[in-house]
């Protein structure tokens, strides 16, 4: 069965770096464009990236010159590498497989905070 299973987050001070990976299984990862999604308390859950099967990438603007969205398809792979952390970008982030229907991770919390 699909599986999407997300590491890296943590608390990291405003201005600081962290680096969430997404490893996949039960499907052919190199067929799917990926995502990246965050939802913060009280918030509906929001797209961050995408990265599709060729390498086409697409951000929010939030996101433009901050986050970074890659991939591995030898390892099943989508990382998304976060620079320039704010308080704002507070939120559990998920790894997603955009189809229908999508698949979403458990998620992983990142913290913002000083």
């Known amino acids: 069965q699909v599986q999407l299973v997300e590491s890296g987050g943590g608390l990291v001070q405003p201005g600081g770096s962290l680096r969430l990976s997404c490893v996949a299984s039960?499907?052919?990862?190199?067929?799917?464009?990926m995502a990246w999604f965050r939802q913060a308390p009280g918030k509906e859950r929001e797209l961050v990236a995408t990265?599709?099967?060729?390498?086409?990438?697409t951000y929010k603007d939030f996101a433009k010159g901050r986050f970074t969205i890659s991939r591995d398809n030898a390892r099943n792979t989508v990382s998304l590498q976060m620079n320039s952390l704010k308080p704002e970008d507070t939120a559990v982030y998920y790894c997603?497989?955009?189809?229908?229907?999508?698949?979403w991770g458990q998620g992983t919390q990142v913290t913002v905070s000083s």
């Open positions: 990265r599709g099967p060729a390498g086409t990438t």
């Open positions: 039960g499907f052919p990862f190199s067929s799917y464009t």
């Open positions: 997603a497989r955009l189809s229908v229907p999508p698949y």
